[in-house]
């Protein structure tokens, strides 16, 4: 039986290329993106990193270096990157029997097999010719016996440039000098808490954790541990998940771009998160019983008293209908609201998911059919608000929304948007 092998295709500052793919004059200029309300940077250009930018860091902290280099900086175009990501998935997916979207800029792919018709190197480079050609975003490769090392694969495709962007480690031998080089929290899924166990057992370096019994690995630690262990000696131990799983909950939550202390603003905010939860949710093809409703004042103004409260409630049936989560947030707010404060973020949560039409209702509820909710009405909003961003929307959200997040860096959205298509002169 032919054993496994993987490809990890990560793409490269993902964020950052999408900015740079439609502004040629920006070719080798530095480019950082920001987070919600323009506060910190988390994606950053190949030539802002050699600058010292620093994945995280607030903006004010750098504000003087990033003047003294010209560094130009961009608002998190979510629309833009989504669709981006899109076009190199549905791309992956033609040139690979089976695959896996692990986040919006990385895909596992099965290559079982393909070595048998070409080395893996070379596809691995048609890869990255296809994704560079057709929509101008480079990617690097990792091609390994299991996923794990596929991840150590492609970080050492990205580190170290004379690979030409991929590297294949099916080799034995290639796994163990990569192994040697790295330490042991570059593994995938080892953190900063399992990394000072680890080496507190003299363990610093991924062959070393490599080489350590599986089964004393997971007498101190876990299965999970055992398992990342012998996905390190090639042993193939996480499967591809062409499906995503469902989602546990859902959460919508933004901190605001100007402080909250009108009751009617915070209402608008809550019934816009809880419009996009149900669309989620919708998308997911779920239904939720439970919702909560929270809000806060900042944890880091020492002007602004602190705040901090939840409220929760259980619906009597499943729902997917946004008018009946909004009725019931309405209720919760109401329950949280307290004069004097300026709120700084709030959110809703959705759990307790269910299939549509699978739950058991007790034998004293009331009927199904007298629900207020209409599937098809929610999936008419939704096909429209696909179509031409926020067509429709209920009133309750507003129409300013002054509270909402800083974007005053946002660049066109060049490919969802007709009115924002870029103008060849």
Same mark, same amino acid.
């Given at each position: ?45 190949? !030539? ?73 190197? !070379? ?16 990617? $690097? ?33 290639? +796994? ?11 593994? @995938? ?10 080496? +507190? ?12 019994? *599986? ?10 541990? /055992? ?7 090639? !042993?193939? $131990? ?39 939860? $149900?669309?989620?949710?919708?998308? /997911?093809?779920? /239904? ?17 008293? *602190? ?29 949280? @609201? ?22 058991? *209702? ?12 209409? *599937? ?6 939704? +096909? ?8 429709? @929307? ?13 974007? /005053? ?9 007709? +009115? !924002? ?5």
């Amino acid at each position: 039986m032919t054993k496994p092998v993987f490809a990890l295709v990560d793409c490269n500052n993902f964020y950052a290329s999408c900015e740079k793919l439609f502004r040629p004059d920006l070719t080798n200029t530095p480019v950082v993106v920001l987070s919600n309300n323009d506060g910190c940077v988390v994606a950053r250009s190949r !030539e802002a990193k050699k600058l010292g930018i620093k994945m995280g860091v607030p903006v004010f902290q750098v504000r003087e270096l990033m003047q003294k280099h010209s560094i130009l900086a961009f608002s998190s175009n979510y629309a833009l990157y989504a669709d981006m990501s899109q076009r190199v998935m549905s791309t992956l997916e033609g040139m690979a029997p089976r695959v896996e979207v692990y986040s919006i800029d990385e895909a596992f792919l099965d290559v079982t097999g393909v070595q048998f018709s070409q080395s893996l190197t !070379e596809f691995g480079l048609t890869v990255r010719q296809i994704i560079q050609k057709w929509i101008g975003i480079t990617v $690097c490769v990792g091609i390994a016996p299991s996923k794990t090392l596929a991840k150590l694969a492609n970080h050492a495709a990205k580190t170290w440039h004379k690979t030409g962007g991929v590297v294949d480690l099916t080799s034995k031998d290639r +796994q163990r000098k990569l192994l040697a080089l790295l330490p042991v929290n570059e593994v @995938w899924g080892i953190g900063s808490k399992l990394t000072k166990r680890l080496q +507190q057992l003299g363990i610093d370096t991924a062959l070393q954790l490599a080489d350590t019994d *599986p089964n004393y690995i997971r007498q101190h630690f876990s299965v999970v541990v /055992e398992r990342t262990v012998r996905e390190l000696n090639g !042993e193939s $131990c996480i499967a591809l998940e062409e499906i995503a799983p469902t989602k546990k909950q859902i959460i919508s939550s933004r901190a605001f771009g100007e402080r909250i202390t009108d009751k009617q603003q915070m209402q608008e905010a809550i019934s816009e998160y809880i419009s996009r939860a $149900c669309k989620k949710l919708r998308t /997911e093809q779920q /239904e939720a019983k439970h919702l909560t409703v929270f809000l806060r004042t900042s944890p880091f103004s020492d002007k602004d008293p *602190p705040y901090s409260a939840s409220k929760s409630v259980e619906l009597d049936t499943p729902s997917s209908d946004t008018r009946v989560f909004l009725t019931q947030a309405m209720k919760l707010l109401d329950g949280l @609201w307290i004069d004097g404060y300026r709120y700084a973020k709030a959110g809703v949560m959705l759990t307790d998911f269910y299939d549509p039409g699978v739950y058991q *209702p007790g034998l004293f509820d009331e009927p199904a059919v007298t629900r207020e909710s209409d *599937p098809k009405l929610m999936q008419l909003i939704d +096909q429209l608000n696909t179509k031409h961003t926020k067509a429709i @929307w209920f009133a309750s959200q507003g129409n300013k929304q002054e509270w909402s997040m800083k974007r /005053e860096l946002l660049s066109p959205a060049y490919t969802t948007n007709w +009115q !924002e298509l870029p103008i060849a002169r």
